[in-house]
């Protein structure tokens, strides 16, 4: 009989260099929501709302429909880039803002922290 062991790795497993998303206590809270078609989207990047569609896109400082206003977190990626397509987003979270993806129209997530804890999104780091 083999001496393999089989079932959870072990703590000496994990990369030291493994930055979390989550940095908090807060209760999650999360949805699905639809992200307009021509859009791809990454893990953790940040999404406004298109005003007059009630769909989510890529928060851009410089939009004016509505998705300026940074609203949810991408949890996973999403392909829209032809059809309209579902995304679980994170509604309120604490988290890690190194890791969330910006549009380079935001010159850092600072810019994008008050709007974010409007919504119950807020941004911090581990100590």
Do not use: H
Request: hydrophobic content about 35%; glycine content about 4%; some cysteine.
């Amino acid at each position: 009989m083999s001496n393999t062991n089989y079932g959870m790795a072990s703590s000496t497993d994990v990369s030291e260099n493994y930055v979390p998303f989550i940095t908090g206590e807060k209760q999650q809270i999360t949805d699905t929501v639809t992200v307009a078609s021509g859009n791809e989207v990454a893990q953790y990047t940040v999404l406004g709302r298109v005003t007059d569609t009630d769909k989510y896109v890529p928060c851009v400082k410089t939009a004016t429909d509505g998705s300026q206003v940074p609203r949810r977190i991408a949890i996973y990626a999403a392909d829209a880039a032809s059809a309209d397509a579902l995304c679980a987003v994170y509604c309120e979270v604490e988290c890690n803002p190194t890791q969330i993806v910006l549009d380079e129209s935001w010159a850092s997530p600072d810019e994008v922290k008050e709007l974010l804890a409007d919504q119950g999104i807020y941004l911090r780091e581990l100590a």
